[in-house]
């Protein structure tokens, strides 16, 4: 009971990020992860997130991977495309493909996007009015993705660099190549204990938040689940993150 009710009830971890390149003003960012739309996280579920999302005003969202489980067709049946158009982001709705969109067929999925106002990257690079740049990585799971040098070679390096990519593998890369922050899932955290133990042992971050040498870094836990509904030793999470330019740090 226990394990279903700290499921039920996401963390907001809410992140100061304050790097060395101008913006304008502070930049809110929401993003989420692993949501795993389907049988198990259905339409009702998928209001409520929709309903927490929104309440946090965002100016941009980011959408992690794994945002559809192990078929597209419940998500269809249940028109969760409805749920979806209600995100509410003046700078868009932003999602990378997770190991799950492959599992659920990769171009059923963006072919269901396509209904929302979320814009699906692939391997490329929208950039904001403010001038931040988004680097969204196709997953892991295609073996001929882009490298990530060859696409933060695109950006500029003067202006803000934010990397979404679902599986958190050689991050300091990532920290050796410029990129401010990178926001990544996949891990679940374990999703139950022991399991917790061993994600930490197989990535260099399995969740949360760090700063490296230059790079801030959060991966989250998931803001659902896969399989049973509930955990123990782990928490759902959802991250709130103010970007701060070197013009515009709190402190000043």
Not at 20 to 46: F, M, N, Q, W
Request: with cysteine.
């Amino acid at each position: 009971m226990y394990g279903y009710w700290n499921y039920r009830n996401p963390d907001v971890v809410n992140i100061d990020v304050k790097i060395e390149k101008p913006l304008e003003k502070p930049l809110r960012i929401v993003a989420v992860s692993d949501v795993h739309l389907g049988y198990g996280t259905d339409k009702k579920t998928l209001q409520r997130y929709v309903k927490l999302i929104n309440e946090q005003q965002p100016d941009v969202i980011l959408i992690g991977g794994d945002l559809i489980d192990n078929s597209i067709k419940p998500v269809v049946a249940q028109k969760m495309e409805e749920e979806l158009r209600e995100l509410k982001a003046p700078l868009g709705v932003y999602m990378v493909a997770g190991n799950h969109e492959y599992i659920s067929g990769e171009k059923e999925c963006v072919e269901f996007l396509q209904q929302t106002p979320i814009t699906f990257l692939c391997d490329s690079i929208v950039t904001l009015p403010c001038g931040v740049q988004i680097v969204g990585r196709d997953d892991l799971s295609n073996r001929r993705r882009k490298s990530l040098e060859s696409l933060v070679a695109e950006c500029d390096s003067s202006k803000p660099i934010i990397v979404v990519d679902h599986q958190p593998y050689n991050l300091a890369k990532v920290d050796s190549l410029g990129v401010d922050f990178q926001f990544s899932g996949h891990t679940h955290h374990g999703q139950v204990f022991p399991l917790n133990l061993l994600t930490n042992l197989m990535y260099e971050q399995s969740c949360g938040y760090r700063r490296w040498s230059h790079a801030h870094i959060y991966v989250s836990s998931g803001l659902a689940l896969w399989g049973p509904p509930f955990r123990i030793g782990t928490d759902s999470d959802m991250a709130v993150i103010t970007l701060y330019g070197n013009k515009n740090n709190p402190e000043e």
